[in-house]
């Protein structure tokens, strides 16, 4: 049985305690560290069995019966507590990104590399049911050589501005998922970006430098194409589908929704909406990308999402966000 430590105790540390307290095989958390640690949190620590509370997350690192840390803190503090968690000797994973500055990304592979860790990135939409059905697909080729890929992903609600101003932007904060799955579905790194974008939601988000819509192109280094179209907001919920257009033919995925039912009468047709937010929508796929984990670590095999992988959408990011201010094609090359 592995021990585990959470460091960060918000929405998406809580997600993964439920996951590995209730779905993960073959591992327990044993501590969780929050630096602004209160009632509610102590409670929710207790409720799933968690022997260890601390607010300076080091307490983890001293403990010598934790195999492997799971950073869920904000997201300046990733690269830091990562090279200080590899370099305690214990496997690492790391929500996303690792970080927005490349040069720190960096130093966390550097330390990876040398500590012989394991290193996990927290891209859960790699292990939901529909993208995975796809990417089986396209490995088995049944749709052939992928020629076009596309995917929508539209949230249901805009972030406040508060949020806005220090999520990093629409491209490292949404779209960088996006940018993960492009990677993923394609089985080709991405050479090229174009990306074009407004404020069509709320003005606020454009006053306060970072756009709520965005339609971004990539090209492939297989000679594939890609499209992104991003909102911050759909009125009808959570949309997220995907679909991959090759030589033999194409595969797609709709949304989730909470029922198939369709009811049809002389009025009109209707179905269900979409579920509503990521927590409905992607909850099973916490749970395995962190079984998973748990693998890698106890049959000594490769992490399913490496250090390298949350380097690359970065990257993507980096180039999107240079290519919508200058108004052209940038190259991935160009942020390299």
Known sequence: MLNLGVIGLGRIGKVHIESITTRVRGAKVK???????????????KKHGIENVYTDYKEIL????IDAVVICSSTNTHANISKEVALAGKHVFCEKPIDHDLEKIKEVIKTVEETKVKYQVGFNRRFDHNFRAIKDAVLAGKVGEPQIIKVTSRDPEAPPVE??????????????????????????????????????INKEIGEAGDIDTAIITLN??????????????????????????????????KNDSNSTAVISTKDGVTGEKPLYFF??????SFSQEMQEFVDAIINDTET????????????????????LVEKRPVKISEIM
């Open 31 to 45: 501590a969780v560290a929050e630096p602004f640690l209160n009632d509610e949190g102590r409670e929710f620590a």
């Open 62 to 65: 001293k403990d010598k019966e």
């Open 163 to 200: 949020y806005v101003k220090v999520s990093g932007g629409l491209f490292l904060d949404m779209t960088i998922h996006d940018f993960d799955m492009m990677r993923f579905l394609s089985g080709s790194e991405v050479e090229e970006v174009y990306a074009v974008g407004g404020a069509l």
């Open 220 to 253: 492939f280094a297989s000679g594939a194409m890609g499209v992104i179209d991003n909102s911050r907001e759909a009125a009808y919920g959570y949309d997220q589908r995907a679909e991959v257009f090759g030589s033999k033919g194409a595969i797609e995925t």
């Open 279 to 284: 927590l409905e929508r992607y909850m099973a």
């Open 304 to 323: 399913p999402v490496t250090v390298i992988d949350g380097l690359k959408p970065v990257l993507i990011g980096i180039a999107a966000k240079k290519s």
